[in-house]
C-alpha cells in the first residue's frame, strides 16, 4: 500500500496527466488509474471527486455533462490550456525530485 | 426482487441533510455507484452484492463528507450559488426555531429565569444607553456646534471659564479667524423683573452681546436676531417666561421693570431653551445695558463674562490657540503666565471641570461608571444563562446524541444553540422594553432629567437588537460549545456525567455573581454611612432652623436694620444676621491676598472672604476662639477683620490669641487689626478642608439676610417674617430657603451616586438569585434519588436541607471573601473624596455579607425544603 502523504500528493498531478490524453468522466478515471497502476493506487470516489470539484474551482479542469444511454448523466472533465501549464510544472518539479533520489539509489536501483 | 432504483433512492436520501452535497454532486456520485455495480455485475455478481459493494467502495462517508465540505466554498463562490446555500441555511433554522419553542414549553420554569435573568440585564443597559445618549448630546444643536468654543484663562492657580470683558473685543479686532463672538454675564445677584404686579426673581437673566444669535442657534419666535439686542435696555425672553408674565398676550414692545428701579423693552421671543444645554437662559438683554443698571466696574475690571467664539470653516482650534499665545501678554503685562484655551463648546458638559462654570456640570466619569456597571450587571446575566444551560445539560444531551447520530456535525449543533440564546435573547428584549418603560421614572429621579423611550427612535432599536445579538452571542457561547462536544454513543447509552471541569466552572461563575453583589452592597452601605457622617457632623455651626431671604430692593437694604429690628420682635425668631456676599454652602469670594506687617510676597496667604455684619457670628451659632466679634461700631471698626483658625495658622501664628490685635495687610496695602479668630467652620463642603477666610464688615448692602427662629410653628412664624416683609418692600416678592437644604445640596451627587449603586446592587442580587433559584432546583432534581434513599434511611428534614443547600453556602462565603478586599480598595479610593471621613468598620462588612448569605439562604431553601419534604416512595419509584 502506498503511503497516504504520497497519493494524496500525487493525486493532482495524475489527473492531469490523465485529463491530458483526452476528456474523462469520474469513474473512468478511477478505473483507468487502477489498471495503470496495477492495484497499487486504489483511490475511492469520496477522496477523487473533491479534488476534481476543486480543480475546477482553480480553472484548471472544465467540466460538461453529457447525456448517458441509460440513467443519469455523466460529468466528464477536460483540461484547459492554465491546466496544461500548471502540468508542465508539476511535472518539471516531479521530473526534478525524481532525479534526485535515482542518482541515491543509483546501480542498486531494481524494478521488482 | 432487488430493486436498484429503489435502494439508490434509499441511499441518496440519506445525503439529505448533508448541505456539503449539491444536486449536481449527488448525481456524479449516483452514476458512480451505477457504473461501478454495471461493471461489478459485469464480473459475474449478482446485482445486491455488487450495489452494496460499491457502496463500501465510495470509501469511509465521514471522511469523504469531509473531503467536500472543504471544497464547499470554493464551489459555492465558484458557482455563485450563495443563495443556495442561505436558503439550506434558513431551513434548518426552521427546524431550530421548532426546537426550541418544544424546549421552552417542556421546561416553563427555566426558560422563564433565563429570560427574566437576561431581561434585566438588557434593561439595565437599555437605561444606561438611554442617559448616555442625552448627555452626550449636549450643545450639539447649535449650527455651528463643530467651530464654536469658549475662551479660557488658564493661570498657574487655575482655569477659568470667564474671562475679562475686553477679551471678545479683542479677539475679533487681531484674529480673522473669528467669525464671531459673544460675550455671556450673569449677575451673582438674580435680578427682580417684574410686570406691574407680578415678579419673580430671576435667577437665569443673562446679558449678551448683539452677536449672540450669530453665535448660538436659539431660534426666535418673535423679533428679529439681527437687531434684538442692539439698543440698551432692550430683552428677549423664552415662550414659557412670556407665558408666565404675560398670559397669551403678545410681549412685543412691553416693557418690564428690571430690579424695581430700570425699564426693560421686549424686543424678541425665543424658543425655550432644550435642556441639553450647559447654559438655560429665560431672560437675555443687550450687554449695552449691563453698565446702566449696574455697576462699570464690572465691564472694566471683573473677570466674570464668559466669552464665546466661532471659528471660520476650516481653522483649526489649535491654530488660533497658536497664534494667540501671547495674547495674555500683551493685555496683562509680559511676565503674566496666563494663557487662552479653545474649549469646544461640545464638551463642556461632560469634560470641563475649570472654575466658575455657569452651572455645575457633570462628568464624563459617571457615564464611564454607569456603563461599566451596566456592562457589569449584563454580564451576570449571560453567566447565569451559561451556568443554568450548562447544569441541564444532562436533559439536552440525548438530543445532542440523537442529532450527531443522524449525521449532525459539531459546527450544526454549535449553530442550533446559539440560535436558541439568540431567540431567548430577542425574547428577553421584548420584554425589556416593557421593563424600561416601568422603571423610566425611577431613572428621571436619579438623574434629575426628563427621559423618554421613544421606539421610533432608529438608535434606540438599533442599540436594543444590537444588545440582544450580543448578549444572545456572549450567554450561548459557553453552552454552545460545551453541549455540542458530546459523543453520541456514551450520552445515548445514558453514560452522561456532569464533567469535573463544568461544575468547577459552575461554582466559580455562582462565586463570582454574589462578589459582585456583596461589593456592590459594601460600597451602598458604605455610601449611606458617609452621607449620614456628613449630615450628622458637626459644621461648625448650626444649620437647623436658620431660613436664608435674598434682598435685592435698594429700599430694603437702606432699612435692614430696622426690618431686622421689626422681625425680632416675634418671640419666634431668635437671631437675624446679614451678609453682603455669601454664606455657608454657596461659594465664597475667593483670591484675596492677606499677609502679616513685615512678611515678604510669598508669605502671603490666598484666602476666601466674606463680608457680613455684627450680627452674622452670632446668628450662625459660629464660636469664636479668640477675642470677640463686630460689634456694630461701624466706624470704630471700619478696619476690624476676622480671621478663623486656618487662617491664623497660615499666617504663621501658633495660636490663635497670638494674632489677636495684629495688623494684617489685605490685598496690596490696606491695613487691618485682626479683632477676633473664629474656630473653623465648615463653610465649604466637606469634602474640602476647611481653608482660611477673613471676615470684614459690612452693613450698608447685605445680600442676604439669615433667620434663625425657633422649630415649633415654623410656617406660622414665615407668615409673619413676610407680613412685616411687605410692609417694608411691596414690590419684591419674598422668597426664602432653609440653610439645611443648601448645605444638603453640596452632596447631593453623592446622595445620588449612593442610590445608583444601591439599585445596581438590588439588581445583581435579584440576578444572583435568579440564577441560585434555577440551580438548587437542578441540583435538588438530580439528587431526588439520593434524597429518598437518605428520608427512607431516617434523615431528618433538616439534615437533608442543610445537606442540599451547604454547598450553596459555602460558595456564597467564598464570595465574601473575594469580594471584601476588591470592596475595600474600592470604597478607600472613594472616600479619598472627602476631606473628613468615616473609617470604614468591619462590621459594614459583616452586614453586607449576611444580607448575601440571607437572601442566598431564602433562595436556595425553598428547593431544599420541597426536595426534602418529597414522599421517598414517589422519587424511588421512577426512573
Known sequence: ?112 | MFDLDKAIASWRRSFRYRRVFFEDDLEELERHVRDHTAWLVGQGRPEKEAFQEALRKVGDYAVMEAEYRKVFWAKTKHRRNLLRAFVGEMSMLKNYVKVALRNLQKHKGYAFINVAGLAVGITSCLLILLYGQDEVRYDRFHAHADRMYRVLEANTAETNASSMFFVADRLVEAYPEVQAATRLFRHWEAPLIALEQTGYIEDQFFFADSAFFDVFSFPLLRGDPETALDAPFSVVLTETAARQYFGDADPMGRTMRYNTRHELRITGVMQDVPSQSHFRPDFVAAMPTLPLVSYARIQEQWKVFYTYVVLREGVPADDLAQKAEDFYRRHYGPDSPARLLLQPVTEIHLRSQVANEIEANSDVRYLYLLSAIGLLILLIACINYMNLATARSAHRAREVGMRKMAGAYRGQIVRQFFGESLFLSLLALLLSVGLARLLLPVLNQLTGKALSLDLGAGWLLAGGIGLALWVGLIAGVYPALFLSRFHPAEVLKGQFRSSRHGRWLRKSLVVVQFATSVVLLIGTLVVYQQLDYVRASKLGFDTEQVVVIPVQDPEVRRHYATLCEEWLRNPEVVAVGATSSSYPGRSHSFGHTVKRVGASEDEAVVMYRNWVDSSFVGTLGLELAAGRGFSGAREAEETAVLLNEAAVQALGWTAPEAALGETVLLGASEERMVLGVVKDFHFKSLHHRIEPLILTPQYHTPTNLLVRIRPREVPRTLNTLQATWERFSPGQPFTYTFLDDTVEALYRADARWGQVVGYAALLALLIGCLGLFGLAAFSAEQRTKEVGVRKALGASVFGLVALLSGDFLRLVGVAFVVAAPVAYAIMHHWLENFAYRIEMSWQTFLMAGLIALLVAVVTVSYQAIKAALADPVKSLRYE
Open chain 1, 1 to 112: 500500500m502506498i503511503s497516504k502523504a504520497l497519493v494524496a500528493a500525487s493525486l493532482k498531478p495524475i489527473i492531469l496527466s490523465l485529463l491530458a490524453h483526452g476528456e474523462a468522466y469520474g469513474y473512468e478515471i478511477l478505473q483507468r488509474i487502477e489498471n495503470l497502476s496495477d492495484g497499487k493506487l486504489q483511490w475511492t470516489a469520496g477522496t477523487m471527486y473533491p479534488v476534481l470539484h476543486r480543480l475546477e474551482t482553480k480553472g484548471l479542469i472544465t467540466a460538461h455533462w453529457r447525456p448517458s444511454e441509460t440513467g443519469p448523466r455523466r460529468k466528464y472533465y477536460r483540461l484547459t490550456s492554465k491546466g496544461s501549464r500548471v502540468l508542465e510544472v508539476e511535472k518539471r518539479q516531479w521530473l526534478d525530485v525524481h532525479a534526485v533520489l535515482l542518482k541515491l539509489w543509483g546501480p542498486e536501483l531494481s524494478f521488482a
